[in-house]
T-cell receptor
């Protein structure tokens, strides 16, 4: 079945890089997404990557995709206290319109 | 654009009462989703609509839950009767069309507490 797994917690110091990891099970995933949720708010799309890409960079964010290992990572360079939030990995399945399968979320704590 | 609008933002109700959550998707979006978020189960897709028609309701927990989309600009999620285990954040989201790569836009959520 479809499943997305993430580690639950990550703590880094301000200015360091953060790497949040995600694994998924469905090899037919077409797009993979990273969402950010701040306290008391909804989910905000950060970035996404098509399954035929290995890497995507967007300012401080770098997404790496290893399709063979079904592993996705999000690297945040120069992490700031404002980056403290829950980060969700999600996959969009081929042929299944609309349905995103979310991981359980990784809480990122940035210490000053 | 105003984004996905949900109401109420917060609701506290007694067990057994009916709860109605409302959602206005982004204008022009063909897809509407209802998600539930809890500490124990994370984010779960309850149901989604395409052009006002329910496509997949396999995530709806039980018959106490029902969702409708009478028109392109409005949807409701109803719980009757409510139970304490229904306490969660309920998110509505919409998508312009699901050609892969199009993103889903989330509302701010309705925080439900059933006592």
């Amino acid at each position: 079945g479809e499943d997305v797994e993430q580690s639950l917690f990550l703590s880094v110091r301000e200015g360091d890089s953060s790497v949040i990891n995600c694994t998924y099970t469905d090899s037919s995933s077409t797009y993979l997404y990273w969402y950010k949720q701040e306290p008391g708010a909804g989910l905000q799309l950060l970035t996404y990557i098509f399954s035929n890409m290995d890497m995507k960079q967007d300012q401080r964010l770098t997404v790496l995709l290893n399709k063979k290992d079904k592993h996705l990572s999000l690297r945040i360079a120069d992490t700031q206290t404002g980056d403290s939030a829950i980060y969700f990995c999600a996959e969009s399945l081929s042929g299944n319109t609309g349905k995103l399968i979310f991981g359980q979320g990784t809480t990122l704590q940035v210490k000053p | 654009d105003a984004g996905v609008i949900q109401s109420p933002r917060h609701e506290v109700t007694e067990m057994g009462q009916e709860v109605t959550l409302r959602c206005k998707p982004i204008s022009g979006h063909d897809y509407l989703f209802w998600y539930r978020q809890t500490m124990m189960r994370g984010l779960e897709l309850l149901i989604y609509f395409n052009n006002n028609v329910p496509i997949d309701d396999s995530g709806m927990p039980e018959d106490r839950f029902s969702a409708k989309m009478p028109n392109a600009s409005f949807s409701t999620l109803k719980i009757q009767p409510s139970e304490p285990r229904d306490s969660a954040v309920y998110f509505c989201a919409s998508s312009p069309r699901v050609v892969t790569g199009n993103t889903i836009y989330f509302g701010e959520g309705s925080w439900l507490t059933v006592v």
